[in-house]
């Protein structure tokens, strides 16, 4: 992890931007996708939520690699053997770079999840989530019964307005989070810390009398969202240092939509794995947490409704 020469942390753009189309390169057909995630990663958790909403449990297979990210980044269960985390029944890669390095041995950027695997090309498709999530809502329609086809998370009439909150959610809460954590400066933490607070309180003020961010359905902005809310207390107040309040103290209408969605729909609760979570964020980044010790709390990870 890099940061700018004034302490602030800038993510950088994902490297495979193909697409799954009828007529393309990347024909949507059943069980040519897969896709490598991470249970810990709030991105690659986007496209597990969307792929069981969609129904393409049975359409894309998936890997999910050890939580434990070292020297050589994300490991599978053959090099670290972890509770949850399988190995790569594809490529037999020992870690995700492995990937990487198979479709481009002169690969320079970064070795992240979600990577959305071609099994025919043997190639890497995507690896922006929010670029898969978007195939997944409509690319494999015609391999789907009618009440999954109608499941659509980006409704031509809400774009505009989805777009317009997954504008200032990306950089201020879901990056802003880590732009927090990741910061080694004081100023640097103090505007990032201050961005996220201002943004989830905006997130409250909508949700008052809405059950949904956009509309009065679920959509991909309330997916982009959740992945950082769930997350929040169990994770970003202690090691972010994101604690001028919690989600479940501080934001009482926020609270009870993180909580509805994990506990009402599967698709969310049987995506989140605490324990994927906290392990991977205090044992992978040591130069915020050298000692590698996993809090306790908070208890429980997500209260009951
Ligand atoms: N823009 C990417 C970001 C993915 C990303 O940053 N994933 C992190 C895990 S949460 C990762 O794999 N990092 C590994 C690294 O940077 O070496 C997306 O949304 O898909």
Redesign the pocket.
Known sequence: MKTEDDGSFK?AP?SYRNVVEKGGKHEPEADRYHLYV?YA????TRTLIVRKLKGLENIISVSVVSPR?GER??PFASADPYPDADEDPFNQSSHVRDLYLKVEPNYGG?????VLWDKKLHTIVN????EIIRMFNTAFNHLLPEEKVKVDLYPSELRAEIDAVNEWIYPNINNGVYRSGFATTQDAYSKAVHEVFEALDRVEEILNGKEYLVGDRLTEADVRLWVTLIRFDPVYVGHFKCNLRTIRDGYPLTHKYTQKLYWNNDAFKSSTNFDHIKTHYYWSHPMINPTRVVPAGPVPNILPL
């Open positions: 993510r994902s991470s990663c709030p991105w690659a990210m980044g994300w970064r070795f992240t999840v979600p690896n922006e989530s929010s």
